[in-house]
């Protein structure tokens, strides 16, 4: 009875051990290889950095003045969108206003993380980063295909 008891409880760990590895890989998502980069709009250049990271994907950016004069960035959060398949942003978060220098790089969040799990092979990655100064709206647009394995 005792050693009946003891296979079918290793049978149950070894089954539930086995569900949640399979469900853990594939829920995970990761790229192929990083994903750099870099598009100048007027003074402004973004910068973006995407690479596996434990929980997901890392997602690093900022945003690089090389005008000549200082200048006042205003924005909504998040100052960069990112979506994926579908060409989407929604900048409702509360008002963001920051002076900025020649030279400065400026930086919103270090980090963000993607949670949910994409398909593998080509995803369509959209990014759109918007602020205004002395009153005019900039946008920058990047549409890329990242490869997911």
Do not use: C
């Not at 998502?29 to 890392?58: S, W, Y």
């Not at 950016?61 to 090389?66: D, G, I, K, P, T």
């Amino acid at each position: 009875m005792i050693r009946r008891l003891a296979i079918m409880s290793f049978i149950l760990i070894l089954i539930g051990s086995g569900t949640v590895l399979w469900l853990r890989a594939s829920s995970t998502t990761a790229l192929a290889e990083p994903v750099v980069i870099h598009k100048q709009e007027g003074d402004f250049i973004l910068h973006m950095r995407m690479e596996n990271g434990a929980e997901g994907l890392r997602i690093l950016h900022s945003l690089e003045y090389v005008g000549e004069e200082p200048v006042t960035l205003k924005h909504r959060t998040p100052l960069t969108y990112l979506s994926f398949g579908a060409n989407k942003s929604n900048f409702t978060g509360s008002p963001i206003s920051k002076t900025i220098q020649p030279g400065d790089i400026y930086r919103t969040t270090p980090t963000r993380k993607i949670f949910h799990p994409l398909e593998n092979g080509s995803n369509a990655l959209y990014v759109h980063t918007q602020f205004y100064v002395e009153d005019e709206v900039v946008n920058i647009k990047i549409e890329k295909n990242i490869e997911i394995k």
